[in-house]
């Protein structure tokens, strides 16, 4: 498009509407956290102000109770006013102890004034393994017996109680309750791990659930991943963690008289097995409601028969609070359609692709047993068609099949029963039964299930096929987070580390999913081999092909920490990281050919008919992994070895150039739309050359009609590179395309409703996931090219932006936010014929460099608005 500028422009005025005042205070990324078990977490805050404030200095009070937050009384820490624009700091007040609520203020002197917050806490878990009272505790049984265990133990408390917490990882996942109630209104508690390396506790207010006098906890666990029975391709079975899942529970009561009781896990505790007689991540549970054991976890309840818990070894050295979002649901989905197959079988349309379990709503006779099988696509006859998740499972009888729910009719009316303990990936679901069924009978609904994270980001145009594409995105994504990120939630729930990287950005401008990221690379740590080789995929079972996946998959390891620092200053998983990354890169190094390449591993995972040179692109990424390691090892102030990792990178560069790089016909390794795009991406292409190997690329494109011809790499790297060249216009024609291969063509031609593994699913329907997050990045292409919301890379977190939308020819408007850790970005433009209108809002903090075409504008936090004609 050429511009032809007539600039009319409007800036608003500065105006205080309100008072400017301190908000969003957290700690560790968190609002008023439980569970805080490091010395010195992060304190952070923003500013609500409608005009650009400067913040002078600050200063951070912490005090033990809310009465003492004052200069003179605040008993943990005063820093004393701190000249600083900073709004995140290391708490550095006194030594924090177990168990303890601290309370804390923000005071800041900024342009306006001094302001002050708002009095928030948080509250310690346990700093030292000596801290726990608890024993590990399980039944008699071993790994191999199916039954689920369960847990009670009574206690009395005689006197007024001020506050209780409890302390609890039940592996592979636990259900609390207290007094007949459930009390984690989660799913999946804790978080998967390696098991033998790591385990995640709870940390859980449980105050309001106690009583004065009796009360009685109950505890079942689920097998999950720390048990996994149904043997599958990728070894979880054999996993050097495997044991009979256990339980560690503590509950510390705190009296109105400042005495304390403690309640935890040892051989008084009594242990029995219920109706839940299998459950498996992979295929499902079998529950039988006739062995439903009514009070089991209330007083008074005859226990008799009941054994005593056994004490079991711990499973890790390592126990720490999980400061992730937990599994939960905050979406229930009705049916759009059911269809009787025949008189013992319902097919249940559910209306979307998603992760979850159902809730069977029921009525028929005592001892029926019905089937819920669970799928993403139909046969002809309507019925269930699980071709394209079931090949990974290897059963070892009739009952493990892949996401199949048994539930066992107690014959009392009309029953409900979910399912615990594991997840399904379906639109579709199949009810069976040997005796008659009827929609008369029997209703679903589905209950979707992903780690709960924040929605922060919004966006919209006026095209419905971006605006669907965009949402299949956000599904996607949020049915493969659970604790991790992970490829499908169906046939492998695998944290597959490039498709976790490459939609990792887009993740984190739809969603505050930071914490998981960054509990993500501690499981990296953990999966590292002695060799210091990765396994690409992560947490893993140790026993599978590491080299199967590859380089590609592994530079997870860099690219995560990098962008976690870019989005929210996260330099703690760097510091994680580093010896990891430092092992793998001597590993690596060793992995290189006489060429001095590395020719091993993965390369455009599911590309549509051009395969980009492997060779090429591994090598490319293993430059790659050493110029971020430089990065990483300058922020760590170890400029040494930084030194070394740009002289290397300097060296592979030199290597690529040389052996893929024809500089006469200008074109890199197989002249695919990667290969163009790849070097100019990674900037290993010589400067000279760049603008030409962009215009190639995109000559390419539009002489293939606009049509994409890449997998898994190429849906990050290919949209970004002509983006940042000039040829936005290219990419939305290749991304609203509405025939294959295009995110256009599943929207029309197959009404998706999440994204898909590959392209042309008929060409790979046994090996073909529908809800496949990996070519997601393209969401965050919208933010950053049609919105042009922009980090500036001379400054993390939004504190300095870059806005430079891209005024697309067939739109007539984009309308975008992300709440940063500064505040929010807004950016909305709408179009009539070539006069443009932008309103833009900044955090008051911080500032941004405004591109226009042929004119930039520096602007302060607040609101702008702009009028030009094109």
Not at 236 to 242: E, G, K, L, N, V
């Amino acid at each position: 498009m050429r511009y032809r500028f007539l600039y009319l422009l409007i800036i608003l005025p500065s105006i205080l509407l309100a008072q400017s005042k301190i908000t969003a205070l957290q700690c560790e990324y968190m609002i008023k956290p439980s569970g805080i078990d490091m010395q010195n977490p992060r304190l952070m805050w923003k500013y609500e102000s409608d005009s650009y404030l400067k913040q002078k200095s600050y200063r951070i009070l912490v005090a033990t109770s809310k009465e003492k937050l004052s200069a003179a009384k605040a008993d943990i820490w005063n820093s004393g006013f701190i000249k600083s624009q900073d709004q995140l700091v290391y708490y550095s007040g006194e030594e924090l102890t177990s168990d303890q609520t601290y309370y804390w203020l923000i005071q800041a002197k900024t342009s306006e004034g001094k302001i002050s917050s708002n009095i928030t806490h948080f509250q310690t878990g346990k700093f030292h393994k000596s801290d726990w009272k608890a024993n590990w505790i399980t039944d008699s049984h071993d790994k191999s017996f199916e039954p689920s265990p369960r847990f009670r133990k009574e206690f009395e408390t005689n006197k007024k109680i001020a506050s209780a917490k409890c302390y609890i990882s039940g592996l592979g996942y636990y259900q609390l309750s207290i007094n007949g109630k459930k009390i984690n209104q989660n799913h999946l508690d804790p978080g998967f791990t390696d098991y033998g390396k790591r385990v995640l506790y709870n940390s859980l207010d449980i105050t309001k659930h106690l009583k004065q006098g009796k009360n009685a906890i109950g505890v079942e666990l689920g097998n999950g991943w720390f048990n996994e029975q149904t043997p599958t391709v990728w070894n979880f079975d054999i996993a050097p963690w495997r044991k009979r899942p256990q339980l560690l529970c503590e509950i510390k009561i705190t009296y109105n008289d400042g005495s304390t009781k403690v309640i935890a896990t040892d051989t008084t505790w009594k242990t029995n097995t219920g109706p839940l007689l299998f459950d498996n991540i992979h295929v499902g549970v079998i529950y039988d409601a006739r062995l439903e054991q009514s009070g089991w976890n209330t007083i008074n309840y005859n226990d008799k028969n009941w054994n005593n818990a056994k004490i079991t070894q711990e499973p890790s050295t390592i126990i720490e609070s999980q400061k992730m979002a937990l599994i939960s649901s905050e979406e229930i989905l009705e049916p759009i359609a059911v269809q009787q197959l025949n008189d013992t079988s319902l097919v249940f349309d559910m209306g979307i692709n998603t992760a979850g379990v159902v809730e069977l709503n029921i009525e028929g006779k005592k001892g029926m047993e019905v089937k819920l099988k669970h799928g993403e696509m139909l046969l002809e006859d309507g019925s269930v068609d699980q071709r394209n998740i079931d090949m990974h499972l290897r059963p070892r009888n009739e009952k493990e099949r892949i996401q199949t729910d048994t539930y066992i009719l107690k014959g009392d009316g009309v029953e409900t029963y979910t399912p615990s303990f594991t997840y399904h990936g379906f639109r579709y679901v199949q009810v069976s039964s040997k005796d008659p069924l009827s929609a008369q009978n029997v209703y679903l609904k589905t209950i979707k299930l992903h780690s709960n994270v924040e929605s922060i980001g919004s966006f919209k145009t006026s095209n419905e096929t971006l605006n669907s594409i965009f949402e299949i995105c956000k599904n996607s994504y949020l049915s493969n987070l659970f604790s991790i990120p992970t490829d499908c939630p169906t046939r492998e729930k695998n944290g597959w580390m490039a498709d976790g990287f490459m939609v990792q950005e887009a993740g984190m401008l739809n969603y505050d999913s930071r914490n998981i990221y960054a509990k993500w690379i501690k499981d990296m740590v953990d999966a590292q081999q002695e060799n210091g080789n990765m396994p690409g995929i992560v947490p893993t079972s140790h026993h599978w092909d590491s080299n199967w996946a590859g380089p590609i998959w592994d530079a997870a390891i860099f690219i995560v920490p990098d962008l976690l620092y870019q989005y929210s200053g996260d330099v703690e998983s760097i510091k994680t990281i580093y010896p990891s990354a430092k092992k793998y890169l001597k590993y690596l190094e060793s992995q290189e050919n006489e060429m001095g390449i590395i020719d091993f591993g993965l390369g455009d995972w599911l590309f549509y008919k051009a395969e980009t040179s492997t060779p090429f692109m591994v090598t490319a990424y293993y430059y790659y992994d050493n110029v971020l390691m430089a990065k990483m090892a300058r922020l760590l102030e170890k400029n040494e070895e930084a030194k070394k990792y740009d002289e290397k990178a300097a060296i592979l560069k030199e290597r690529i150039n040389r052996i893929f790089f024809d500089t006469e016909n200008l074109t890199y390794a197989n002249q695919t739309q990667l290969s163009y795009a790849l070097p100019l991406y990674m900037d290993i292409a010589p400067e000279a050359y760049k603008n030409q190997l962009a215009e190639k690329l995109n000559l390419q494109l539009k002489n293939n009609d606009y049509f994409l011809d890449f997998g898994f790499i190429g849906s990050l790297i290919v949209p970004e590179v002509l983006s940042n060249y000039g040829y936005q216009e290219s990419v939305y024609k290749m991304v609203a395309k509405e025939e294959m291969p295009s995110w256009g063509y599943w929207i029309k031609e197959h009404n998706a409703t999440s994204l898909f593994e590959t392209w042309d699913i008929k060409r790979r329907i046994f090996d073909a996931s529908l809800n496949h997050p990996s070519m997601g990045a393209i969401a965050a292409w919208m933010y950053k090219s049609l919105a042009g919301i922009k980090l500036d890379k001379n400054e993390t977190s939004f504190k300095k932006i870059i806005i430079e939308p891209s005024f697309i020819e067939d739109l007539d408007f984009v309308d975008a936010s992300y709440n940063s850790l500064y505040g929010e970005i807004k950016v909305k433009w709408t179009k009539e014929n070539n006069n443009v209108k932008l309103e833009i809002e900044i955090p008051s903090t911080s500032t941004a460099q405004l591109k226009l075409p042929q004119k930039s504008h520096n602007i302060k936090g607040g609101k702008h608005q702009f009028e030009f004609q094109l």
